[in-house]
């Protein structure tokens, strides 16, 4: 078989096809760009005091260890947004107490305050300590201000993401994300925990989310098929370890279902991106959507999957 480019390698990977050999595309994540950089923590994650945007860095790691880079993991697809009555504002300070470095965002919206606060510490990156909504039965009406309705491409960054993979190779893909627990308790103190009780007692509220979230995706959808990207990707991790089949079977698959429908009409292939328990997962994919591929299939503790005994066609090829 003739040699294939890592784009070509990829994209025949992602439609099930036989490629060259098997992509060597590990999930280094920001974490080890952050380190090939040379920059602290504090320089990359916060502000933009190294000047490189998080894409080049880890384009640039993927040159220098010579994989088969899986950009869609990094690069979020560039929009232009219906305007927000959301205004933000944010600080930074360096608590010496503890070595970190807190970062602080207050969003004044038309319907009252939210506020969110991330931590740094040194060599890490910042992860949420105070999450927006302290409470979705009163804070849900004021977050949807800061999720405004994409409304058009930023042309200039995409030619620039796109231009930057091509010549060197790279597939270029673009990452949406869909709504269920896995994403939303991103958003609410308590998380999980918190979710489950607004389930039980006003599931409207995460009906009404969920039917934002579809409305939303499905224009970035739209916008991303118009960007001729290399491929999408879904992610999501934690689908099922952060929430039940029944619970993924009602916000996240109808999403999936639909999304990855109009890509197949248009010839894109997609993947989906989910850490964790993804046995049910899986069947759950191949049974309702038109998703090629999903990443990654651990082995227990991590994951419940185990390749030689349970492969198959379809998402389930090892």
Known sequence: MKAMTSRQRMVAAMRNEIPDRVPVAP?????????????????????????????????????????????????????IYEDSRAEWQYHSVLDSARDVMVITKNVRTPDGELTEESICYRGDQPVVSVKMMKSLTADFKKFKHTQPMPKALDLPTIDLLRQACHTRNYAFGVCLTYPGFQMWNCYVQGGVEALSYVEIDTPEILQEWFEWDLARGTREMELALESRVDYILFGGSGTITLA?????GKYAIPALKKWSAMAKAANIPTMLHSCGKNRVLADLLVENTDIGMLNPLERPPMGDIDCPASAKVGLWRC
Do not use: N
């Open 27 to 79: 999930d280094i994540s920001m974490y080890i760009p952050m380190r090939h950089s040379g920059f602290t923590a504090e320089d990359f994650w916060i502000g933009t005091k190294s000047g490189i945007p998080h894409w080049q860095a880890y384009i640039d790691a993927a040159v220098y260890y010579g994989i088969d880079a899986w950009t869609g993991s990094v690069m979020g697809l560039p929009m």
């Open 244 to 248: 039940s089949p029944a619970l993924a």
